[in-house]
């Protein structure tokens, strides 16, 4: 079934056997102190190595950046052994994966930073509250990254892609996502600078191209990608002209020949976020001819109609992949897909409970449902 899911894709230099890709999934299972991965999420990917891409879950760049209790790294050199094993694991299985970038700007609490604000595009505070390893507190103000900080957190960008390079990835996808630094830096709710970096559309992308053209100088155009969500409120951060920014940071990303562009679009009845603000995929896809992955909500069914209709070449699933690692196969067979079990608890919550314990087809469910 859904043939159009299991057609190869030629994406940059990345030549993916399906178009049923993992989405980004923030686990919190690396070794602490140090933020390290280690073999139980080596264990975790493995199993999910028939995606047609794995985007790893996001990844600190520097301490500055990560803001998440356990989450990993990419800044030491034990975060490159710890990812070296999850690496091979996914190519021993014949997978592909990149490294999902990421710096939290504004959403890093004080207490991972000695007590020092977080940065980000302006001094604003994000609603609600951050998970610290002493458990819930509220958002602190951020501090506005002078034009230094800026020019210094580009280089952290640069030696964390060199490290994810040394770690064995296939690439790296820069999270300009959700209400994290980059997208702080887009939207005009949380960017009210007055430099080059805010005020018009065009500078509230400075940022995202020279992060970008670091990675580039890193990996090439062909092994880059980029994930964006244009359409909604995301942790406090929104957008008056959805169209005219992310219009724009999709021209930034046409005119750097990024390889492929992953949109998170809820929609109306999201299960993870909702919004009524229109997707802005349509849009995008005009303005970006490399390869589009739409995300959020989707069926089987869905994704093939979108794939046929032109609107997408690959759609990324996140928590059907939690709970099914073997997803590809149960899409071709038609198969029940499981739900996540004790949520949000083992999403986030330490061991392998509802993160390496999820069963994969038998032999016997397989000739039962093909
Ligand atoms: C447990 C969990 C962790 C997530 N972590 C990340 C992350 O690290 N990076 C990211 O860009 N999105 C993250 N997301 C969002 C997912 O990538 C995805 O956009 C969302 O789950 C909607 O897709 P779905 O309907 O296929 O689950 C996370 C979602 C969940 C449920």
């Known amino acids: 079934m859904h043939e159009s899911l299991f057609q190869p894709l030629t994406m940059g230099a990345l030549e993916t056997p399906n178009r049923i890709f993992m989405a980004p999934l923030t686990r919190g299972r690396s070794t602490q102190p140090g933020s390290v991965p280690n073999e139980m999420m080596a264990t975790y990917y493995r199993q999910r190595a028939s995606a047609g891409l794995i985007i790893s879950e996001a990844t600190g760049i520097s301490v500055e950046g990560l803001g998440w209790p356990a989450a990993p790294g990419i800044w030491s050199d034990e975060q490159v052994e710890g990812w070296k094993q999850v690496t091979q694991a996914v190519h021993d299985e014949g997978g592909l994966i990149v490294l999902q970038m990421w710096h939290m700007g504004r959403l890093v609490h004080p207490d991972f930073l000695g007590g020092n604000p977080p940065v980000s595009a302006s001094a604003t505070t994000a609603p609600g509250h951050a998970h610290t390893f002493e458990g819930r507190k509220d958002y602190e103000q951020a501090r506005a990254a002078t034009v230094e900080d800026i020019a210094r957190i580009v280089e952290d960008y640069r030696k964390a892609a060199e490290n994810a390079k040394k770690a064995g990835f296939d690439g790296v996808q820069l999270h300009a996502a959700n209400g994290y630094l980059i997208d702080q830096f887009l939207r005009d709710s949380t960017n009210l600078r007055e430099d080059e970096y805010g005020g018009s559309a065009e500078n509230r992308t400075r940022i995202l191209r020279e992060v970008l053209t670091a990675l580039i100088d890193v990996w090439g155009k062909d092994r880059v990608g980029v994930r964006l969500s244009p359409n909604g409120e995301t942790q406090g951060c929104d957008d008056s002209d959805p169209a005219t920014t992310f219009g724009a940071a999709a021209k930034v990303v046409e005119e750097l020949g990024v390889a492929f562009l992953e949109l998170r679009e809820p ?9 009524d603000v229109p997707k802005q995929s349509p849009l995008i896809r005009k303005i970006y001819s490399g390869t589009l992955v739409l995300n959020s909500d989707y069926s089987a069914a869905e994704a093939v109609a979108d794939i046929d209709a032109g609107r997408a070449d690959a759609i990324s699933w996140g928590r059907d992949f939690i709970a099914n690692p073997d997803l590809p196969e149960r899409f071709k067979l038609g198969a029940d897909i499981a739900p996540n079990v004790d949520v949000p608890r083992s999403w986030y ?14 032999d016997e469910d397989q000739a039962a449902v093909g």
């Open 267 to 275: 929609g109306p009845d999201g299960t993870f976020g909702s919004t």
């Open 349 to 362: 919550g330490k061991g392998p409970h509802g993160y390496i314990d999820y069963p994969k087809l038998t």
